[in-house]
């Protein structure tokens, strides 16, 4: 089905309408009406293909939806019409491979992710949510919780769960010290997410004036990593530290926050970065990465997003001014994330 979208059509070009085509609901899908979309750093280096290569034209960005189902195949039994789902970052996977039956899907080597991926299934190319309808399989769908703020929910089908899995995995404790590396789209997601869990949160910035806004996100206590006698003083303290800047940085100062046997988790940095062998083997300390989550752990948050009444920060946008929102996000011009209007898509 004929669809209006937004999206690019080469590296150079700026994000513009285009009408992209939709299948209709197979026997296992889902078709929703998208009605927010976030706009994620991934969609700018994706669309300016600054990634080694790897994007593929046209493109329609957004791997942040949500919106309600209008249409569904005839074998759907987990949504009904009319509910409030959502979409992140994932469409499909093999579903046989040994990440695919952990419930890891997105480690999974078939993933086909939500836009610029070829669709191995259905022919051409995945185009996300800058759209004002997307199909998907019901088991890359979620269910949305309906008491919280439907606009603010879509960052967590991306920043939410990149946030979320590590808390879970290294398995985040009441009482826990956990440090959370800059406060951008991702951070202020952590920062509200672990202290939900119970731990004591400290926000590690250079600089001393996000101070206010971490405390009013939930963070206990700011730590200004310029400063090397507060640096001293939190040295061997640390939990857990997820790492969310997303450019190339020393890591060093950092891990010497942690405790034995503790562990930085990399969600941000994609590229090199420096790490002294001593400052590891010293107290055995770890350094690890994580990728967004699966799907029944991406449920999983949501839910629990709904108990604690946790949604991101938003800044509402209509879809003409998607361009501007990508060079204040290039600026840090945001708190914290851009959420698209999706019924301005027909305006």
Not at 27 to 51: F, K, M, T
Not at 292 to 310: P, R, S, V, W
Request: aromatic share 6%; glycine share 10%; proline share 4%.
């Amino acid at each position: 089905m004929k669809t209006a979208a937004y999206g690019v059509q080469d590296a150079t070009s700026p994000v513009a309408p285009m009408q992209i085509d939709r299948r209709e609901a197979g026997p296992h899908d889902v078709l929703i009406d998208i009605e927010y979309c976030g706009i994620c750093h991934s969609d700018i280096h994706q669309a300016r293909n600054e990634w080694g290569g790897g994007s593929l034209y046209p493109m329609v960005p957004g791997h942040e939806i949500v919106g309600r189902v209008s249409q569904v195949g005839t074998h759907v039994t987990k949504f009904k019409l009319g509910q409030l789902v959502g979409v992140g970052c994932m469409v499909d996977a093999c579903r046989h491979c040994e990440d695919c039956h952990a419930g890891e899907e997105q480690y999974c080597e078939g993933t086909v992710f939500t836009y610029n991926a070829k669709d191995p299934k259905h022919g051409g190319l995945t185009f996300g949510g800058y759209a004002e309808r997307i199909t998907v399989d019901e088991n890359f769908v979620v269910s949305v919780p309906e008491n919280l703020d439907t606009k603010a929910v879509a960052p967590l089908l991306c920043a939410g769960i990149t946030l979320y899995s590590p808390l879970r995995h290294w398995d985040v404790q009441a009482g826990q010290k956990v440090g959370i590396i800059g406060l951008g789209g991702l951070g202020h997601m952590g920062v509200k997410l672990a202290s939900a869990m119970g731990a004591h949160v400290v926000m590690i910035t250079t600089s001393a004036s996000k101070a206010a806004d971490a405390t009013r996100l939930g963070a206990h206590e700011v730590l200004i990593s310029k400063d090397a006698e507060a640096m001293a003083k939190h040295a061997a303290s640390f939990d857990l530290i997820i790492d969310t800047v997303p450019v190339a940085h020393d890591l060093n100062p950092y891990i010497g926050l942690l405790k034995r046997d503790k562990t930085i988790v990399l969600v941000g940095p994609l590229d090199p970065v420096e790490v002294h062998g001593a400052n590891l083997i010293t107290k055995r300390r770890q350094v690890a990465g994580s990728l967004i989550g699966g799907i029944a752990e991406t449920q999983e948050m949501l839910d629990f997003c709904g108990k604690h009444n946790i949604v991101s920060d938003v800044e509402m946008i209509e879809a003409p001014y998607i361009n501007e929102a990508y060079t204040r996000m290039l600026n840090s011009d945001v708190k914290y994330r851009f959420v698209i209007d999706m019924t301005s898509i027909k305006a």
